[in-house]
């Protein structure tokens, strides 16, 4: 219902990013250095670490390399993350050195690598599938926190656990699991796709690619399974005569099909009320070991969330829930059923668990651009003219959060969710209370920048990348300009003619133009801070880089799903870059040189042009709004989404060479 595609997307964002436990080897010279200090193991140099990482997912093992921190090209003791949501969890280092469980992992990582492929079909396309999900690190170091601090953790690490063994039992997934095969790679699928389901965009359409031979459907344990076996069995649902009770989102479907009457709808609560309790107590022992007097709203969240848990009423939650804040707590917490995606009929709560700290770095920001929104405001209104005035306005930024583990629905087999609206139901989200948060440590690792990286120098040319920074400050900036712009200009509320923007443009259209709106504010408020020395000149430049990049991201997932629905941010992406191309300020040059050296045909910025070109599609787009001018807003999607100003194919085919993140989570304690 509400997950956000935050602009965040394909961005670095995020201030804050736990590092790897300190190195040793105080070498770090440039190139290769030889292996440190007098070891007594072994050097792991057997793999690089890229590999490394590939082949322990392929064989289920939960360990990763997380960085060759001193650069010797070997796997070392302060190198290493034990993965949680695994089904084991052995110890590879032990008082600063490896174990023998280690030494174990390393060596079938190092031969399975070696070995040839499998000559069976399904084995190849179970790999494959496995290997556009590039493993990719979320670590929390909680070394440092106080003893109640841990105990909090440690439960709602537990919490985590109970959390995703309901989900695969909703799913059906649970069910299936003793059908698994013995080899590794099956039950790693399993694991990562929560199912056995491939997900990769080339082996997902394959009837071979399933972790379990024959391909067995998951029977989805909301619904009868008889009921199941109709396949429209959603639509009869809708049209039964209970419809209403059986579709709600917090029961469980029951009963016969054959006599339909029959039919009744069980709360969760006592549909899995062994599990259901189970998490209730834990959410209990997890408020009883906070202590801190400052943590006041999370320990009243997690009681009313726990006696939710009981009874199955979900309101009190989320009345706790949202007077949460970043002024009130370190940790955002929500345990609780709530998107209906996962499920067939689009209708049940999918219960999830996301648990993070929130992050300072957006109060840093409130408090630079509070006292400047009415002056943005102000210019915006002066772009988008007549028939808007300036009105008074306030800044809602999200609050940042970063994950440390996201479990049962939120847990993806690839990407992440990395923008929220919470509930969906309910007085708090009727009324407009509920809280938007921007997960912003995700894709800020080390390999996720360098494929960002990689992809940028797919397209741009030398001299472009030279202005692209790499790193997660610019597309922070662009993150909260966007969200603050939201809140500029023609807004939700705003009417020309009495008619709002959904009535002037069409749904789909409107919400193009609203978060283009906001893109068109990303761009066109760097200039303005930095006029105003809020942001330097190198923080400018890298944001535009950045905001272009970010574009190319969403270009490359295509403009229209394939039942032919809008995709609201490929198509604002692709406006705003062909209005910077048609503008001079992006320069297509089909004989240039990529900047990473291979590709010909490639992108040069003209940055003498893009202040100009950014305060010109914030009048068009601003004014559009302002008028209601569908046919303006036509004719930008015409030229720019469907039309070859923007070279579509070429930004998809050098994009997807890379793998997507498969997050996985480590946390120490
Ligand atoms: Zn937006």
């Known amino acids: 219902m509400k997950k956000l595609l935050l602009l965040a997307l394909v961005l670095a964002c995020g201030c804050k990013k736990t590092e790897p436990a300190p190195k040793e080897g105080s070498g770090s010279g440039s190139g290769p250095s030889p292996a440190p200090g007098p070891i007594e193991s072994k050097p792991h140099d057997g793999i690089a670490r890229i590999d490394f990482n590939r082949w322990a997912v392929r064989l289920n093992l939960p360990v990763y390399w997380i960085a060759d921190a001193n650069n010797n090209k070997s796997l070392d003791p302060g190198e290493v993350a034990p993965l949680l949501f695994y089904p084991t969890a052995p110890a590879y280092v032990a008082d600063g050195k490896f174990t023998a469980e280690l030494e174990k992992a390393y060596a079938q990582i190092a031969a399975a690598s070696k070995q040839p492929e499998s000559a069976d079909r399904r084995e190849q396309l179970v790999g494959k599938d496995l290997d556009y999900g590039r493993a990719t690190l979320v670590l929390s170091d909680f070394r440092k926190l106080s003893a109640d601090d841990k105990q909090f953790v440690g439960h709602m690490m537990k919490v985590a656990s109970l959390i995703d063994e309901l989900y695969d039992e909703q799913t059906g997934a649970a069910a299936l699991r003793a059908k698994l095969p013995v080899d590794p790679a099956s039950h790693s699928l399993f694991r990562r796709n929560r199912g ?324 068109a504010g990303a761009l066109f408020l760097i200039e303005f801070l930095r006029a105003k020395k809020i942001i330097s000149d190198e923080l400018a430049i890298q944001s535009y880089v950045d905001t272009i990049v970010w574009a190319f991201g969403h270009i490359s997932q295509g403009m229209y799903e394939a039942d032919g629905k809008r995709k609201t941010y490929p198509q604002v992406a692709a406006i705003q870059n062909g209005y910077l191309i048609e503008k001079g300020a992006l320069v297509w040059d089909p004989k240039a040189t990529a900047a990473n050296g291979k590709d010909t045909g490639a992108f040069k910025l003209d940055l003498s042009k893009m202040v100009t070109a950014c305060d010109d599609l914030m009048k068009d787009v601003a004014g559009i709004k302002a008028r209601g001018d569908k046919a303006g807003a036509e004719a930008l999607i015409k030229k720019f989404v469907d039309g070859t100003v923007v070279p579509h194919d070429t930004i998809k085919q050098r994009y997807l060479r890379y793998p997507k993140a498969n997050f996985v989570y480590s946390v120490a304690l």
């Open 196 to 519: 056995p389901k491939c997900v990769a965009p080339s082996t997902e359409k394959e009837p071979d690619c399933t972790a379990i031979p024959g391909n067995p459907k998951p029977i989805n344990a909301l619904y009868p399974a008889e009921l199941q076996k109709d396949d429209k069995f959603c639509a009869v649902l809708e049209k039964h005569p209970k419809a209403k009770d059986l579709m709600a989102p917090f029961v469980a479907v029951r009963g016969t099909p054959e006599a339909s009457d029959q039919l009744v709808a069980v709360p969760y609560t006592e549909a899995y009320k062994d599990k259901m309790l189970a998490l209730s107590k834990e959410l209990a022992a997890a408020a009883d070991a906070v202590k801190d007097p400052g943590e006041v709203a999370l320990v009243a969240y997690l009681r009313a969330a726990s006696k939710s848990w009981s009874d199955n009423n979900w309101e009190p939650a989320d009345e706790a829930w949202s007077k949460m804040t970043v002024d009130n707590s370190k940790w955002y917490v929500r345990a609780a059923p709530d998107e209906t995606y996962w499920e067939p009929c689009n209708s049940k709560a999918g219960t999830h668990l996301t648990f993070a700290r929130i992050n300072q770095g957006s109060r840093a920001w409130q408090s630079k651009l509070v006292p400047v929104q009415q002056e943005m405001e102000k210019e915006i209104a002066a772009r988008a003219g007549k028939p808007y005035t300036e009105r008074k306005v306030t800044f809602h930024l999200p609050d940042f959060i970063d994950i440390i583990v996201n479990a049962g629905d939120d847990r993806d087999a690839l990407g992440a969710t990395i923008g929220q609206s919470l509930p969906n139901w309910g007085p708090v989200a009727n009324e407009g209370r509920g809280r938007t948060v921007a997960m912003f440590n995700l894709y800020t690792d080390p390999d996720s920048l360098a494929a960002r990286r990689g992809q940028a120098e797919s397209l741009l040319d030398g001299g472009a990348m030279k202005m692209y920074a790499g790193d997660a400050q610019p597309g922070l900036l662009a993150t909260i300009l966007h969200e603050a712009t939201h809140n500029l200009g023609p807004a939700h509320e705003y009417k020309v003619d009495n008619k709002d923007s959904r009535a002037a443009f069409g749904g789909p259209v409107s919400q193009v133009m609203e978060e283009l709106k906001a893109q």
